[in-house]
């Protein structure tokens, strides 16, 4: 909703929130049975105490456009404007659908993302001013001509974007072709192509627990499970227990995110990669190896790709641009066998026919570029200015509630609390206080003492004021645990 009401008009709030609804009612955007925002929802999107929604809210009551539920929430009924025919119940087809909707959380945060007065303290991109937006508009304003176009490009993408995705990968030890690589907007619709082109319904894959893939439904609405092996920041991947797992459940692939995971933020040292590796394909189990944040080095470069260790076309490497360079520009790669690449680019053409051309001229010349090295090491030492600073507040407000380890890279600290937090309770009052967070069981569903910290997107400032909020929280929710304990 990007509509506010005017406080300077002579019609009372309650009532132009009114005329809103409706209209969003009689358009068919709010359709039969759709259940309406929460009071607490629409109260901070307009900006307005709830017992103005509660007004606009029994007004359409009173008119016959909704009507509410106990424990159901509001909904619109059929009203005055739709008895000479009936609507369809849109609400039906949505609860039916094959796709899973994103975890209620999940689903909430990306409504308050977008909420310019939030301190964003979870948030997994980079703030805007570390985008190199300036010289994205330089490289568009001298746009070629004759090596621009604004039709469809090749099943695979653009082959000369291809061939310098090729070039940059040899200075991490993969050589591969162009014919081994497709383009795809981002490595999460790498993972959905994945699922639809590769794995049965009742296919297993084997992925790190806590895990980025937790928080998603690509593979779930799939039809396939997700069997967890726990992924310590300080201890070896256990091997043996890859093994275990992968004959106890018969598991068709690992999906690893071995260079600065998310959310922990651990790195794998280079002899458990090649140990890894050279055990897969021992065992016959695939890898997709997730190298999102891999150029996020700051301390020191991380080890060679797993991709880099692979001479059988075991591992399916995954890159992106949406984190050093620009989430918008909607650019990623696989890597891999050229019939596998092949049978995805198949795929991706019958689901949208390609990626952007414009991105993928944008994204080919800023690889080409004599600014691609340079913006990645400002970018890295941003992100060490802030990652410093985020673990000096940690020190300050935390260290007497929870431990952490400070990452070498990526986005990300991994915060775990001496005790167990009600994350429901903490979320909602962390928005009523102006900050917002990802709780750890994000992406560990029986997680109730983690939390994942971004240093990469709020300001310093925000930081400090955003960490000093929830350390207070936390602090008042531990001494509510201790006197209802006593009772």
Request: with cysteine.
């Amino acid at each position: 909703m990007d509509w506010k009401p005017n406080r300077y008009e002579e019609k009372p709030l309650y009532k132009q929130i009114t005329d809103y609804m409706k209209r969003k009612i009689e358009r068919g955007e709010w359709g039969y049975d759709t259940k309406i925002p929460s009071q607490r929802y629409l109260a901070s999107r307009f900006n307005v105490n709830r017992s103005t929604i509660v007004s606009a809210l029994q007004n359409l009551i009173a008119e016959g456009y909704v009507e509410g539920e106990y424990g159901g929430g509001t909904k619109v009924t059929y009203g005055k404007w739709e008895k000479q025919s009936p609507l369809p119940n849109w609400t039906a087809y949505i609860e039916k659908g094959s796709h899973y909707p994103n975890q209620p959380f999940i689903q909430k945060i990306n409504q308050y993302e977008f909420e310019k007065d939030l301190i964003r303290l979870g948030t997994g991109e980079l703030s805007a001013d570390l985008l190199p937006k300036k010289l994205f508009q330089q490289l568009m304003s001298s746009a070629d001509e004759t090596d621009f176009h604004l039709g469809y490009s090749e099943p695979k993408g653009d082959v000369q974007l291809r061939e310098a995705i090729s070039k940059r990968l040899r200075e991490k030890g993969i050589y591969t072709t162009p014919s081994s690589i497709l383009i795809v907007s981002g490595a999460l619709q790498a993972i959905q192509l994945l699922s639809l082109s590769l794995l049965e319904r009742s296919a297993r894959i084997l992925v790190e627990r806590p895990s980025y893939l937790y928080s998603v439904n690509a593979l779930q609405s799939a039809g396939i499970k997700l069997i967890g092996i726990e992924r310590s920041m300080n201890k070896p991947l256990s091997i043996e227990k890859v093994e275990q797992l992968k004959n106890r459940f018969d598991l068709s692939l690992f999906y690893v995110n071995p260079t600065f995971h998310n959310p922990t933020g651990a790195l794998m040292g280079k002899d458990e990669r090649k140990a890894l590796v050279e055990n897969s394909i021992r065992m016959g189990l695939p890898i997709i190896e997730d190298s999102a944040y891999e150029d996020l080095w700051i301390d020191e470069k991380p080890p060679l790709p797993l991709k880099s260790y692979d001479k059988s076309g075991q591992v399916l490497y995954l890159g992106t641009m949406s984190k050093l360079v620009s989430p918008g520009l909607r650019i990623g790669w696989v890597v891999g066998q050229e019939g596998v690449i092949e049978r995805l680019a198949d795929t991706k053409m019958q689901t949208d026919y390609g990626s952007s051309t414009v991105s993928q001229y944008v994204a080919r010349r800023w690889m080409l570029s004599e600014k691609y090295e340079e913006h990645g090491a400002y970018v890295r030492k941003m992100l060490k200015k802030r990652r410093d600073f985020m673990q000096f507040l940690l020190e300050c407000y935390f260290s007497h509630l929870a431990t952490w380890t400070i990452p070498k890279g990526g986005f990300y600290i991994w915060v775990v609390f001496h005790f167990p937090l009600n994350f429901d309770k903490l979320f909602k009052k962390g928005v009523e206080k102006g900050i917002l967070i990802a709780p750890g069981h994000i992406y560990d569903r029986l997680d109730r003492t983690s939390l994942r910290l971004s240093y990469s997107y709020a300001s310093l400032e925000e930081m400090d004021k955003g960490l000093r909020i929830l350390a207070e929280l936390i602090e008042k929710e531990v001494l509510m645990q201790k006197k209802e304990n006593k009772l």
